[in-house]
């Protein structure tokens, strides 16, 4: 799968880091993986050449800072004061991912590339994946077609695999393309499990990142691209005939594949006035209640919302919104969305216009360019600001474009 070679106590110790961070996050696992993150980061200190780039790691560490200072500061004016959710959100994400940072920095000042931080957090996510699959109950998962039982046994809810999945195959997916083609069967396998677990958001992010990748990656030659496009249309033809022709398959993801088709862009009353009773998708009719509702709150609350996680106190069904966006804006309004979302901003013009004056590295900017987007796109049906599991892969990409932002053509031989 990857080249065995000798490995580093800095490669293992952020390995293990990773896999606490993405993997043992549980309410009974998460106080003891945060002390265990904490514990790793001190001995990745302590062997440490303090060449650090200090920059970077502040640049980082500032802004999710300020995102949490806002959370904190949010319980001032809030509806109802939850200082245990901020307090949980300093312990259970702001200080593993501070010291997450730091290891970061510590490995690339080891004569590290972003590249080996990518194949750390594939290792990282095997491990994860396959702990998930140890603990989901097939046999029931299978005979009630309830997707939603894959790593049920870990007490954590499925989306958040998905999510992590989701966003490392994106990695994996250019990996596939620019790097080495052996990537492609971790990309595949995982394929099968974001499949399994029918979440509708990370079956199309997965598939669409993979399409626009490998299109990309024929470059300007237009006929070798309608080729692409030619097989691309013929197999995802082929997976949905199957998909909607199978009984298993069908009733495992088909429809709810089907009930995104039928209430895209419909209203929550739209939906129960065009769909039948007995073939609403209760999910996607409940998440559009709560988006409705938290932009609601956003329009009473603009400039600072109603404070952290204070969304759950005002809509009918006690959640939050499922949407990163609305989070933010209905609790923290539009101060802490311009907090939370600037440093995409800064990455993405960043990217942009290291494309735009064709630079050398084109591979890169575009690679972090179409991760931003396909987070973005799936941030609408997803929460990530304060979930580790979405933080570390999407810190790592933004180190990326930031480690190749300056580096001078022809320093680093292991860029394609």
């Given at each position: 799968m990857l080249k065995i070679k000798k490995v580093k106590l800095s490669e293992i110790v952020l390995c293990l880091i990773m896999i606490l961070g993405l993997g043992f996050r549980s309410s009974k696992e998460v106080n003891v993986s945060s002390i265990l993150i904490i514990a790793l980061t001190l001995v990745m200190i302590g062997n440490a050449n303090f060449k650090l780039n200090v920059v970077q790691a502040l640049k980082y560490i500032l802004w999710y800072s300020c995102v949490v200072l806002m959370c904190a500061f949010s319980m001032i004016w809030a509806k109802v004061n939850i200082w245990n959710y901020v307090y949980a959100l300093f312990k259970d994400t702001f200080i593993p991912l501070i010291c997450f940072i730091i290891c970061v920095e510590i490995y690339l000042s080891n004569n590290h590339t972003p590249f080996d931080l990518f194949n750390c957090l594939i290792v990282a996510e095997v491990f994860v994946v396959l702990r998930a699959i140890f603990y989901t109950p097939w046999m029931e998962m299978f005979q009630s077609f309830d997707s939603r039982l894959f790593a049920s046994g870990l007490g954590r809810n499925y989306n958040d695999f998905t999510t992590q999945m989701t966003l490392v195959s994106l990695i994996l997916?250019?990996?596939s393309f620019y790097v080495n083609k052996k990537y492609k069967r971790i990309f595949f396998i995982f394929m099968i499990f974001i499949i399994i677990t029918a979440s509708r958001k990370a079956i199309i992010i997965s598939i669409l990142g993979f399409v626009i990748f490998y299109l990309c990656s024929s470059g300007i030659n237009i006929k070798k691209l309608m080729k692409r496009l030619l097989i691309i249309t013929v197999i995802l033809g082929l997976l949905l005939f199957v998909i909607f022709h199978n009984d298993f398959l069908y009733s495992l993801v088909g429809e709810k594949l089907l009930s995104m088709i039928q209430s895209f862009g419909l209203s929550s009353s739209e939906i129960r006035s065009t769909i039948s009773a007995s073939d609403i998708d209760h999910s996607l009719h409940g998440r559009a209640v709560l988006r409705e509702e938290a932009f609601k709150q956003f329009i009473e609350n603009p400039i600072l919302g109603i404070g952290y996680y204070n969304f759950q106190y005002f809509?009918?069904?006690?959640?939050?919104?499922?949407?990163?966006?609305?989070?933010?804006?209905?609790?923290?309004?539009?101060?802490?969305?311009?907090?939370?979302?600037?440093?995409?901003?800064?990455?993405?013009?960043t990217a942009l216009r290291k494309i735009m004056n064709k630079q050398d590295k084109q591979a890169i900017?575009?690679?972090?360019?179409?991760?931003?987007?396909?987070?973005?796109?799936?941030?609408?049906?997803?929460?990530?600001?304060?979930?580790?599991?979405?933080?570390?892969?999407?810190?790592?990409?933004?180190?990326?474009?930031?480690?190749?932002?300056?580096?001078?053509?022809?320093?680093?031989?292991?860029?394609?």
């Open positions: 997916s250019y990996m809509n009918r069904y006690n959640l939050y919104t499922h949407n990163n966006y609305l989070e933010l804006l209905a609790n923290l309004g539009i101060v802490g969305f311009i907090l939370y979302y600037c440093m995409y901003f800064s990455i993405f013009i900017f575009k690679f972090v360019l179409i991760y931003i987007s396909m987070l973005v796109v799936m941030e609408y049906a997803q929460i990530t600001f304060f979930r580790l599991f979405a933080l570390i892969p999407t810190i790592i990409v933004f180190r990326f474009c930031d480690y190749y932002r300056n580096i001078r053509e022809g320093e680093d031989t292991n860029v394609l």
